[in-house]
């Protein structure tokens, strides 16, 4: 007989249903299995037996449930869980034995879940619509992201159905059960300060039934004990400062592990699957890192990991991302310090597959790592088009689906230009000044109002192209000329962030811009071949300040850190000395992106109004956006440089046109398809202009 561990908690057999009926719904931890499906008592399996087990996991969705872009009002079929569901459902198929997991920043990402946390949220006793999906395709458990904290702590033990022991909340025994996913959330490494124990469960241990094969090649069903480890990153505690500061605290994610694995095989687990929301960094280790999964590798009974957060793939045989190219990371076979590893990439596009192999030998199992592989598979497939979708999930989200569309849709002002980030990297701030202008006009009213001592120092500005090619062709700001509703203010401003004013020198502000240019890479006048301008840095620490006073240069010929010239306000050259105050957000002000001098002690105001209210409230304000007062004001240019070879860089297909009429006449189309697969053209840009 051939048992199934799949779809979640549900345990199912193709030949005993007709005679036994459904069989049992397993807890989240603990087992009922009917003994006369068992062709082989625990007892007698012989040494030798063998399973595969596949670890199935899903990252980063970010409430991407749809094939659908609701800043564009348009389907996008690159994304949405409801293509990795039928890429779910086919590995169910094809393997015996599955368990399905989430890596984290699940509940935040898109209008739908802005919608469901701030405009209308959810009661609760009405389950968080991405765990709706995700209790409909039978997720066996998850964890924790870093966006998971975005919209605080409150809201997340809602939307979770769990109690915080937190200074900032409740007694336990008064918070009310609220609906949560139906499967367990684990999360070791954040702590309650005033309980001092984590707020989710650091762990959970599955008690599953394995369909496996005998050393004669009988088919048996044996039990296994599966324990699940959640980690998130430290970083939280100065991305979400506002919220969990003196709230939580963080461990580091060996730390945690060293204490809780050894705890969970006391307990009886055979198997340990970490799930770490971050990627892999080899620089010295520290408990506060991003990125700890390296090490997380290297503690002692971990058998795979889940890993998340940098929003790539892993393994690929073909990438070039540095951290899969460190010593001890194997991107063909898929492990990290010999343990198999999977990065499902982001919004949906992929579906992590890592095929345990499985021994049994005296009485438990154990993997065995030289017969384990990974993958990651894509929801495009091989020919361009896309695995078709799993149209459970759009019926089961469809109100709502239907209720953000109709938010987003809400006019709040026009413009007469479009306002893109396509060509942001060369220099086009259309979709930039406009959300400078709203912080900086902001801050400047809360310190007359409120903040007379700063009175006198000029305000600035800072953000960036949130949108910026990382995902595709597809993935840029783009707001029509015409209307612009509430959909495009989210396109403009992505992130759920709130304001902060931050008070700098100007020696801090130029090592501030210094930081931002670490997007471009070094480029060598004299070299003939062609030199790609826009570095690994993202698009979303690119940040430029867009102001008719302020002026600046970046000098990509230099070395990271010496690429700032010229700086001037008002015509003048700034001194080290001077002071300004910079409009941002709780991320940046806070330590978000690793920018010299920002972490937190600089702030003079940390607003609880959103970064987009802001926006949309100033363009109500504005009414009318006009190009020549609200987007063409580009404070920086590149230093003049004349190239012997071609500076190059990606965008959207035959936007030429768009660029000239934004002011950007140095850049031309030289290839269509960067052949990259998304969607992306290769431009030139002539620095010498």
Same mark, same amino acid.
């Given at each position: 007989?051939?048992?199934m561990?799949?779809r979640?908690k549900?345990? =199912?057999? =193709?030949s $005993?249903?007709?005679?036994?009926?459904?069989?049992?719904?397993l807890?989240?931890i603990?087992? %009922?299995?009917? &003994?006369?499906?068992?062709?082989?008592?625990?007892?007698?399996?012989?040494?030798?037996?063998?399973?595969t087990l596949?670890?199935?996991?899903?990252?980063?969705?970010?409430t991407?449930?749809?094939?659908?872009?609701?800043?564009?009002?348009?389907?996008?079929k690159?994304?949405?869980?409801e =293509?990795?569901?039928?890429?779910?459902?086919?590995?169910?198929?094809?393997?015996?034995?599955t368990?399905?997991?989430?890596?984290g920043?699940?509940?935040?990402?898109?209008?739908l879940?802005?919608?469901?946390a701030?405009?209308?949220?959810?009661?609760?006793k009405?389950t968080l619509g991405?765990?709706?999906?995700?209790?409909?395709l039978?997720?066996?458990?998850?964890?924790?992201?870093n966006?998971? +904290?975005n919209?605080g702590?409150?809201f997340l033990?809602?939307?979770?159905?769990?109690a915080f022991?937190?200074?900032n909340?409740?007694?336990v025994?008064?918070?009310?059960?609220?609906?949560?996913?139906?499967?367990?959330?684990?999360?070791?490494n954040?702590?309650g $300060?005033?309980?001092?124990?984590p707020?989710?469960?650091p762990?959970?241990?599955?008690?599953r039934?394995?369909?496996?094969t005998?050393?004669?090649g /009988?088919?048996v069903?044996?039990?296994? /004990?599966?324990?699940?480890i959640?980690f998130?990153?430290?970083?939280?505690?100065?991305?979400?400062?506002r919220?969990?500061d003196?709230?939580?605290?963080?461990?580091?994610?060996?730390?945690?592990a060293? *204490?809780?694995?050894?705890?969970?095989k006391?307990?009886?687990?055979?198997i340990?699957?970490?799930?770490?929301?971050?990627?892999l960094?080899?620089? %010295?280790?520290?408990?506060?890192?991003e990125?700890g999964s390296?090490y997380l590798s290297?503690?002692a009974?971990i058998?795979?990991?889940l890993?998340g957060h940098s929003?790539?793939?892993?393994p690929?045989?073909?990438?070039?991302?540095?951290? +899969?190219?460190?010593?001890g990371?194997d991107?063909?076979?898929?492990t990290?310090?010999?343990?198999?590893?999977v990065?499902?990439?982001?919004?949906?596009?992929?579906?992590?597959?890592?095929?345990?192999?499985?021994n049994?030998t005296?009485?438990?199992?154990?993997?065995d790592?030289?017969a384990?592989?990974?993958?990651?598979r894509?929801?495009?497939?091989?020919?361009?088009?896309y695995?078709?979708?799993d149209?459970?999930?759009?019926?089961?989200?469809?109100?709502e689906?239907?209720a953000?569309i109709?938010?987003v849709k809400?006019?709040?002002g026009?413009?007469?230009?479009?306002?893109?980030?396509y060509?942001?990297?060369?220099?086009d701030v259309?979709?930039?000044?406009i959300?400078?202008?709203?912080?900086a006009a902001?801050?400047?009213d809360?310190?007359?109002a409120?903040?007379?001592q700063?009175?006198?120092?000029?305000?600035?500005?800072?953000? #960036?192209p949130?949108k910026s090619?990382?995902?595709g062709?597809?993935?840029?700001?783009?707001v $029509?000329?015409?209307?612009?509703?509430?959909?495009? $203010?989210?396109?403009?401003?992505?992130y759920?962030?709130?304001?902060?004013?931050? *008070?700098?020198t100007?020696?801090?502000?130029k090592a501030w811009l210094?930081?931002a240019?670490?997007?471009?890479?070094?480029?060598?006048?004299?070299?003939?071949?062609?030199q #790609?301008?826009?570095s690994?840095?993202?698009?979303?620490? +690119?940040?430029m300040i867009? &102001?008719k006073d302020?002026?600046?240069?970046?000098d990509?010929t230099?070395a990271?850190?010496?690429?700032?010239?010229?700086?001037k306000?008002?015509?003048a050259?700034?001194?080290d %000395?001077?002071?300004f105050?910079?409009?941002?957000n709780?991320?940046?002000a806070?330590?978000?992106?690793?920018?010299?001098?920002?972490d937190g002690s600089?702030?003079?105001?940390?607003?609880?109004?959103?970064?987009?209210?802001?926006l949309?409230?100033y363009?109500?304000k504005?009414?009318?956006?006009?190009?020549?007062?609200?987007?063409?004001?580009?404070?920086?240019?590149?230093?003049?440089?004349?190239?012997?070879?071609p500076? %190059?860089?990606?965008?959207?297909?035959?936007?030429?046109?768009?660029?000239?009429?934004?002011?950007?006449?140095?850049v031309?189309?030289? *290839?269509?398809?960067d052949?990259?697969g998304?969607g992306?053209?290769?431009?030139?840009?002539?620095?010498?202009?």
């Amino acid at each position: 007989m051939r048992l199934m561990l799949m779809r979640g908690k549900r345990l =199912r057999t =193709r030949s $005993a249903i007709g005679t036994l009926g459904a069989l049992s719904t397993l807890g989240a931890i603990g087992m %009922t299995a009917c &003994s006369s499906s068992i062709d082989t008592p625990p007892a007698q399996v012989a040494n030798g037996t063998t399973a595969t087990l596949a670890l199935l996991e899903t990252t980063d969705i970010h409430t991407n449930l749809l094939s659908y872009d609701y800043y564009k009002l348009a389907e996008d079929k690159s994304l949405g869980l409801e =293509r990795t569901a039928t890429l779910i459902a086919a590995a169910r198929k094809e393997f015996p034995n599955t368990m399905l997991l989430d890596d984290g920043d699940t509940i935040q990402g898109t209008a739908l879940a802005d919608y469901q946390a701030q405009v209308a949220p959810v009661d609760c006793k009405t389950t968080l619509g991405v765990y709706k999906v995700m209790n409909l395709l039978k997720y066996d458990a998850g964890t924790i992201g870093n966006h998971e +904290f975005n919209y605080g702590l409150p809201f997340l033990a809602q939307v979770t159905g769990s109690a915080f022991d937190v200074p900032n909340m409740s007694p336990v025994a008064s918070q009310p059960a609220c609906a949560g996913p139906n499967f367990p959330l684990v999360l070791s490494n954040v702590l309650g $300060a005033k309980s001092q124990q984590p707020i989710f469960k650091p762990y959970t241990i599955l008690e599953r039934t394995l369909s496996a094969t005998t050393p004669d090649g /009988k088919t048996v069903t044996v039990p296994v /004990k599966v324990g699940v480890i959640g980690f998130t990153p430290p970083a939280i505690m100065a991305w979400d400062k506002r919220w969990l500061d003196r709230n939580v605290y963080t461990q580091g994610l060996v730390e945690s592990a060293a *204490k809780y694995v050894p705890e969970m095989k006391a307990k009886g687990a055979q198997i340990i699957v970490a799930m770490s929301h971050g990627g892999l960094d080899n620089s %010295t280790y520290s408990p506060s890192m991003e990125n700890g999964s390296y090490y997380l590798s290297k503690v002692a009974g971990i058998d795979a990991m889940l890993i998340g957060h940098s929003h790539q793939v892993f393994p690929d045989k073909n990438s070039t991302v540095a951290q +899969f190219n460190l010593p001890g990371v194997d991107k063909v076979k898929g492990t990290v310090n010999g343990v198999p590893t999977v990065m499902a990439n982001f919004w949906g596009k992929h579906l992590g597959v890592i095929k345990l192999a499985l021994n049994y030998t005296n009485g438990t199992w154990t993997v065995d790592r030289s017969a384990s592989t990974a993958e990651a598979r894509s929801i495009q497939n091989a020919d361009k088009t896309y695995v078709t979708v799993d149209p459970a999930i759009s019926q089961a989200i469809a109100a709502e689906h239907a209720a953000t569309i109709n938010y987003v849709k809400t006019p709040v002002g026009t413009t007469d230009f479009r306002m893109t980030t396509y060509f942001a990297d060369v220099g086009d701030v259309s979709a930039i000044e406009i959300v400078n202008q709203a912080q900086a006009a902001y801050v400047q009213d809360y310190i007359a109002a409120n903040l007379p001592q700063y009175a006198g120092l000029p305000v600035l500005s800072v953000s #960036a192209p949130f949108k910026s090619g990382f995902g595709g062709g597809n993935d840029f700001t783009d707001v $029509a000329q015409g209307n612009v509703a509430i959909n495009n $203010a989210a396109d403009l401003y992505l992130y759920p962030n709130t304001i902060y004013a931050v *008070k700098v020198t100007g020696a801090e502000l130029k090592a501030w811009l210094e930081t931002a240019a670490q997007r471009f890479n070094k480029i060598d006048p004299a070299n003939t071949a062609a030199q #790609a301008l826009v570095s690994t840095y993202p698009g979303y620490n +690119f940040d430029m300040i867009t &102001s008719k006073d302020f002026s600046y240069e970046i000098d990509v010929t230099q070395a990271v850190g010496s690429r700032i010239r010229d700086l001037k306000y008002q015509g003048a050259a700034i001194s080290d %000395t001077q002071s300004f105050i910079v409009a941002t957000n709780n991320y940046r002000a806070s330590g978000g992106g690793n920018f010299p001098g920002l972490d937190g002690s600089k702030t003079i105001y940390a607003s609880p109004d959103a970064s987009r209210d802001v926006l949309i409230a100033y363009i109500k304000k504005v009414q009318a956006i006009k190009a020549a007062s609200n987007g063409s004001d580009r404070s920086w240019h590149f230093t003049k440089v004349a190239t012997t070879g071609p500076v %190059t860089f990606t965008s959207a297909p035959n936007l030429v046109a768009l660029a000239q009429a934004d002011g950007i006449a140095n850049v031309s189309q030289i *290839k269509a398809d960067d052949g990259s697969g998304k969607g992306l053209a290769v431009y030139s840009v002539d620095l010498s202009q």
